[in-house]
């Protein structure tokens, strides 16, 4: 029986020219964490009050600042500097979803008082947005 002779160099040259198209072209997609929240009134920051927005920077395993003031209407934005994928995710249920690397997360508050949050990945991280009228 002749067999078909089979060249795995050939197989390979065009996998390998596939692989280098697709890295020319990026290759890879990435996806931002959504850009708004449900409107129930998350906790911790700190602000000039002017109704400028506020930002919380994750980096490092935790949320800085981890105390944050903010007045009612102010819009505070949380980026994710860090490499790793983490959630802002509040007592009261308001929750970013998966935040990696480079993408962020905004949420405006539109009642007072004191809401804690978490990254549902690592539950040390903890920090607080206090809102006020």
Not at 73 to 79: D, K, M
Not at 116 to 121: K, R, S
């Amino acid at each position: 029986m002749i067999r078909p002779k089979t060249s795995f160099l050939g197989a390979g040259a065009v996998l390998l020219a596939a692989g280098l198209l697709l890295g020319a072209c990026g290759g890879g997609t990435t996806t931002a964490a959504p850009t708004t929240a449900p409107t129930t009134a998350p906790t911790t920051a700190a602000s000039s009050g002017t109704g400028a927005g506020a930002g919380v920077a994750i980096a490092d395993f935790s949320f800085t600042p981890a105390d944050l003031s903010v007045k009612v209407g102010q819009e505070i934005t949380w980026t994710n500097g860090g490499s790793a994928s983490h959630t802002v995710t509040f007592d009261s249920g308001v929750d970013s979803g998966t935040l990696k690397a480079g993408a962020t997360f905004k949420h405006t508050f539109d009642a007072a008082g004191s809401f804690t949050y978490h990254c549902n990945f690592h539950p040390a991280m903890k920090a607080t947005v206090t809102v006020t009228p």
